[in-house]
Nanobody
Framework: QVQLVESGGGLVQPGGSLRLSCAAS??????MGWYRQAPGKQRELVAR???????NYADSVKGRFTISRANAENTVDVQMNSLKPEDKAVYYC????????WGQGTQVTVSS
């Protein structure tokens, strides 16, 4: 049974940092990543990383967010710096192996 469990969300002031972590179990995934969904908006890609370390980022987070992956531990993290109020969303861990898998989501709020 595949499980993706996120941790690390919370409240942070604009300009601050957070690190989200996702622990996966039940499979080895070719691609892992993070998506987010703000209220009233569609879910969107934040960043993805392949098992070989190739990455891609949403334009809105380039230069501020860094995704990393530990294949041996089956984890994927995203370091989020210089957070903005518009980064507020529920962040979902995502993984791909034949089909897509999603975590339950973790709330990130950026507010003063």
């Amino acid at each position: 049974q595949v499980q993706l469990v996120e941790s690390g969300g919370g409240l942070v002031q604009p300009g601050g940092s957070l690190r989200l972590s996702c622990a996966a179990s039940g499979s080895i995934f070719s691609i892992m990543g993070w998506y987010r969904q703000a209220p009233g908006k569609q879910r969107e890609l934040v960043a993805r990383i392949t098992s070989g370390g190739s990455t891609n980022y949403a334009d809105s987070v380039k230069g501020r967010f860094t995704i990393s992956r530990a294949n041996a531990e089956n984890t994927v993290d995203v370091q989020m710096n210089s957070l903005k109020p518009e980064d507020k969303a529920v962040y979902y861990c995502w993984a791909l192996y034949i089909r897509q898998y999603w975590g339950q989501g973790t709330q990130v709020t950026v507010s003063s």
